[in-house]
């Protein structure tokens, strides 16, 4: 039969030589790996030699199987020393440790060649055991020196590393480990003949997993989570398994008058494991039993935490609402559902999304922020459930919590609390066949509800950004129509002029055919003209709801380009157009790219310091994989942009000219990038520049957000 007091020293040789393997065949070919496994295989080995020490009743068996096992026993502590120098690639500590090795080297001469290392064997309650000489004394000495001088180089290295957090808490793993690892020297007690059953598997076992799990773990947990939850571990296992053993130990007192050890220690291990594994075995087990007895319940609160999980992802105010409503119909089968929220300017609150409810307008209820209800969620957020404020009683307080909740077709009410203030109210109907609401259902919609709140909170935050954007884009506009009110001005009187000299003329000439026919010619020509410069400005100027539709980018670049010419003329700079035909209508809003190209077409004429060129082109073309594009390109002759600039001219604010605010160009990549596309710049300094704006030929959804601006590379359109 096998001793008892063996099983402890066999699975610490079996776990081991596990890690060992384990640790190597995540990678084989590092040094420190193959250091740390060497170490786990001749742990495994002496711990393997006990095993089978504590089994035998041969004094000369026993004599040889102490020395095999000090054999291994001496070189263990040396290459942990080892494996440490490779841990903090200490060049330093290299010879040292190549010292340590020649010492063992001479011990382990000792231990074959004559009694001062091993002088023979204990035997103790649990078997043999090594009786040592004089010479040990010296390896302990030798242990010490490794023992701090490891310590201090590990702190050491730990200093140098102040800025790698990731690494500072690995090192502070093998730190915690040595120290833990260290205690394993009570078993030399019984080395002296103290008859100390030895521990030290227990300290081994620790510092073994530690350090494995510090190789392999790129992200570690903090090392003092780990002390933490290893001392709540021993507090409970002490606490709640101590005054278990002992009654067992006391059960056998009374049962067989005598207290069988080995049992003893069998009950305890097995009391040691069942606590470890209770837990972990418990919530996977009920988890399976909901799966497959109360599946519906399961399935319900499966789709509740994914939604809980999904709803940060929302933007929109409007989805957030209805994904909130319908889910929780869908999950608990309600016959009905409604989503109040508070309007900040009204100080009410209102239904923004509801299922199962027909009301008219006049029906609807509103809260407002001093109501019973709202002040009652305020102070004391949770679910509210009208049929138990109904029995509480017939005080006013909760009738009227009562009433409003059935003006509002609820029967549980839960609040989405944000920065302390309720901001919506989610009212549910009854569950299928009236089912009640379990505190497990309310705590999970609580949760629920909170989540919401945040989303609701950043959904609003959005819709706030994206008015901002439109205010600084309208101001964008209007800041670019100023710069053109000037040149419009000459271009609108010039033919002004003309039509008024004719017309006063008139009278005199009115009997001269040709000058009739030649004043109507001209009067036509010049007021077409009018129109159709005063069209484009008012086109351009006029605020209007974003509309994606299909539209010509021709038309598009054509009425811009036109609008500019005066701008430009007066400059001395010729737009020219090299337009491609038969180019599909793509969706766009076309305001929005009417801005754009006013943006970068108006930046390229004030580029030009004197007389020059712009030139406008479309292309299509198709990307390598197969997706076409509409391309805009706009060349100029100008002074160009300068490499340091050229990274930044997107940015918000960021300009190189005397005026301007440094908006253009950032609008305009950011419309770019909502509409799929993206931009690619290319500029010489004294050359000049060309944008190139690609939009995407299947692009429909103005939420588009993939995309974005390109510098310095080669555009596939040209």
Not at 318 to 326: F, I, Y
Request: proline share 3%; aromatic share 12%.
């Amino acid at each position: 039969m096998m001793n008892p007091y063996s099983i402890p020293t066999l699975l610490t040789s079996l776990l081991s030589l596990f890690l060992g393997g384990f640790v190597l065949s995540k990678n084989k070919k590092s040094a420190l790996h193959r250091t740390f496994a060497l170490w786990c295989f001749l742990t495994a080995y002496w711990q393997g030699i006990w095993t089978v020490l504590f089994n035998i009743h041969s004094h000369e068996a026993a004599d040889t199987l102490v020395r095999l096992g000090y054999s291994g026993i001496i070189f263990i502590p040396i290459l942990f020393f080892h494996f440490v120098v490779e841990f903090t690639h200490s060049e330093s500590k290299r010879r040292l440790s190549r010292w340590f090795y020649i010492f063992g080297a001479g011990f382990l001469l000792s231990v074959w060649t004559t009694d001062a290392f091993i002088e023979g064997v204990y035997i103790y309650f649990w078997g043999f055991y090594p009786k040592v000489g004089p010479l040990h004394v010296v390896y302990l000495v030798t242990l010490s020196v490794m023992l701090f001088t490891g310590l201090g180089l590990l702190l050491h290295y730990r200093r140098e590393l102040s800025g790698q957090p990731v690494k500072v808490n690995q090192v502070s793993y093998v730190f915690v480990s040595t120290v833990t690892y260290s205690l394993a020297a009570t078993d030399f007690l019984a080395n002296y003949g103290l008859e100390f059953y030895p521990l030290g598997f227990i300290f081994t076992n620790i510092h073994a997993g530690l350090i494995a799990y510090a190789i392999i773990q790129f992200r570690l947990l903090e090392i003092d989570l780990i002390i933490r939850k290893s001392l709540i571990y021993v507090f409970l296992l002490l606490v709640l398994l101590l005054p278990c053993y002992l009654l067992v130990v006391w059960g056998e007192m009374v049962a067989f008058g005598e207290i069988h050890y080995p049992f003893s220690l069998i009950i305890l291990v097995l009391f040691i494991v069942v606590g470890f594994l209770f837990p972990k075995l418990r919530f996977l087990t009920e988890e399976a039993f909901e799966r497959v007895l109360f599946k519906r319940r399961y399935d319900y609160r499966d789709t509740l935490l994914r939604s809980i999980r999904d709803m940060v992802s929302i933007v929109e105010l409007d989805a957030v609402s209805n994904n909130l409503v319908q889910t929780v119909v869908k999950a608990l089968r309600i016959d009905r559902a409604s989503l109040y929220l508070l309007d900040d300017l009204k100080g009410n609150f209102g239904m923004k999304s509801s299922f199962g409810l027909v009301l008219n307008s006049s029906e609807l209820p509103v809260l407002r922020r001093e109501d019973p209800l709202v002040r009652k969620l305020t102070s004391m957020p949770g679910a509210l459930v009208r049929e138990e404020l109904e029995m509480a009683g017939n005080e006013a307080a909760t009738e009227n919590l009562a009433r409003q909740m059935g003006e509002m077709r609820a029967e549980v009410t839960l609040p989405l609390v944000a920065k302390e203030r309720v901001i919506g109210l989610l009212n549910l109907g009854y569950k299928e066949g009236n089912e009640m609401y379990s505190d497990e259902d309310l705590e999970l919609l609580s949760t629920l509800a909170n989540q919401a709140a945040i989303a609701i909170e950043n959904a609003r935050l959005y819709e706030n950004l994206k008015q901002s954007q439109s205010i600084i884009r309208r101001g964008d506009r209007l800041a670019s129509l100023g710069q053109l009110t000037a040149g419009l001005a000459h271009e609108i009187r010039n033919p002004l002029v003309a039509i008024r000299t004719f017309t006063q003329l008139l009278p005199e000439r009115y009997q001269d055919p040709d000058f009739r026919s030649n004043f109507q010619a001209l009067a036509m020509k010049e007021v077409e003209r009018i129109c159709g410069l005063v069209n484009d400005l008012l086109s351009f100027a006029r605020p209007s709801a974003p509309n994606v539709s299909a539209e010509s980018i021709n038309e598009i670049v054509e009425s811009i380009a036109r609008i500019l010419e005066t701008e430009a003329k007066e400059k001395g700079v010729q737009i020219y157009r090299r337009l491609a035909a038969s180019l599909p209508k793509i969706f766009v809003d076309k305001e929005q790219i009417k801005q754009v190209c006013m943006n970068v077409i108006l930046n390229a004429i004030q580029a030009i310091d004197g007389r020059g060129v712009v030139q406008v082109s479309t292309l299509l073309f198709a990307k390598n994989g197969g997706e076409q594009f509409v391309q805009i390109g706009i060349r100029d002759s100008g002074i160009g942009i300068a490499d340091k600039d050229l990274e930044n001219i997107f940015n918000p604010f960021y300009t190189t000219k005397k005026e301007g605010s440094g908006l253009g160009l950032s609008i305009s990549h950011q419309i770019v990038q909502e509409h799929g596309g993206y931009i690619v710049v290319e500029s010489n300094v004294g050359e000049g520049t060309t944008f190139f704006i690609n939009l995407p030929v299947s692009y429909q959804n103005h939420q588009g957000v993939r995309g974005g601006s390109h510098l310095h590379e080669e555009d596939p359109g040209r």
